[in-house]
């Protein structure tokens, strides 16, 4: 028998719409996610008219073998987005072999606040996911635009730098990444902090189960597993993992799930930071951030986060001054 909490989130799981507003590769597969897990309805914009409807119509189509009714629009009109739940903002240039995330700052910045202020204007009760990069400093203009409470606007990427950290475990001790649960806190980028002490297989720190030498190069993967598929696929960028961990995020916030994962959230005091969005472990729900956690970090672990916010922190400063 269905549970009463079981049905009260599927049923308001049914009117959730979720605009995504950038229909590129990660856009486009993120809403093929949402629709076909029937998490929510879709609106897919783009400044190109015809590549959002045709992807939509595409999508529609393929309800009759994936067997759900989820509706997809197609746009290129703000206006259609409205009364949305959750905006999703994957609008922006991708990385080049060679680039870093922050070669991408200019562009990207002046993109994420002209598309979070239209769509903001016609869901203004919305929660906020950020995908575009440099994602950390992309959340903070993005949070700045919406005007929205800091609870309401996170970024992505602490669930796909934990996703590939994970991966990188499952492979190098042969095991079920079904038993693998990695953490890793700081900016989307190379200063990104993953924790081997609290990255676990089936509840066992994997300090117990490599050693140090395994460990560190897998965080080097780790903080290089963007630009190692960049510089493999040449002519773009990831977008499968990128979709995916957007879609978990969803999730939880869809169905009020309080999932802890980690998320660039606004910090107001915790670890030692302040008026900056970071990477650190969050409980989503209806609402955005419900809750931040602060783990206890050895010294070393402290000061790689201080380094990795001090660089994001850079980062946002010279946003602003491009967009003065």
């Not at 994957?90 to 239209?118: C, E, F, H, W, Y």
């Not at 140090?212 to 977008?239: C, D, F, P």
């Not at 999932?259 to 930071?273: N, S, T």
Request: charged share 20%; aromatic share 4%; glycine share 8%.
């Amino acid at each position: 028998m269905t549970s009463t909490a079981a049905l009260t989130a599927f049923e308001c799981s049914k009117s959730v719409r979720v605009s995504i507003i950038g229909a590129g590769n990660v856009g486009s597969t993120l809403g093929q996610r949402l629709v076909e897990k029937n998490l929510a309805d879709v609106v897919l914009l783009d400044i190109a008219p015809g590549r959002p409807k045709g992807l939509a119509l595409d999508l529609m189509e393929a309800r009759g073998v994936e067997r759900h009714d989820r509706i997809i629009i197609g746009t290129d009109n703000y206006a259609d987005t409205q009364h949305s739940d959750l905006i999703v903002v994957t609008a922006g240039i991708a990385r080049k072999p060679g680039m870093s995330r922050d070669d991408l700052l200019k562009t990207n910045a002046n993109i994420v606040v002209k598309v979070v202020q239209q769509a903001i204007a016609y869901s203004p009760d919305a929660v906020v996911l950020v995908v575009t990069n440099p994602l950390d400093v992309m959340t903070y203009l993005a949070w700045q635009a919406s005007g929205l409470p800091p609870q309401r606007v996170l970024g992505m990427a602490g669930v796909l730098d934990a996703a590939r950290f994970a991966t990188f475990i499952a492979l190098e001790l042969k095991v079920s990444i079904m038993d693998v649960t990695a953490m890793v806190l700081g900016g989307h980028g190379d200063l990104m902090v993953p924790l081997p002490r609290y990255s676990t297989v089936s509840g066992i720190p994997i300090t117990e189960l490599m050693d140090e030498a395994t460990i560190q190069r897998l965080v080097k993967r780790t903080r290089n597993g963007g630009a190692e598929i960049v510089s493999l696929m040449q002519a773009g960028s990831a977008y499968f993992a990128p979709a995916s961990s957007a879609c978990l995020m969803v999730e939880s916030i869809v169905y009020d799930r309080d999932r802890i994962v980690p998320a660039a959230a606004y910090l107001q005091g915790q670890y030692d930071l302040n008026d900056i969005f970071i990477g650190v472990p969050t409980c989503l729900g209806r609402t955005g951030v419900s809750q931040i956690l602060e783990l206890e970090l050895l010294s070393h672990e402290s000061e790689a986060l201080q380094a990795s916010a001090a660089t994001v922190r850079q980062s946002i400063e010279a946003a602003q001054v491009l967009l003065d």
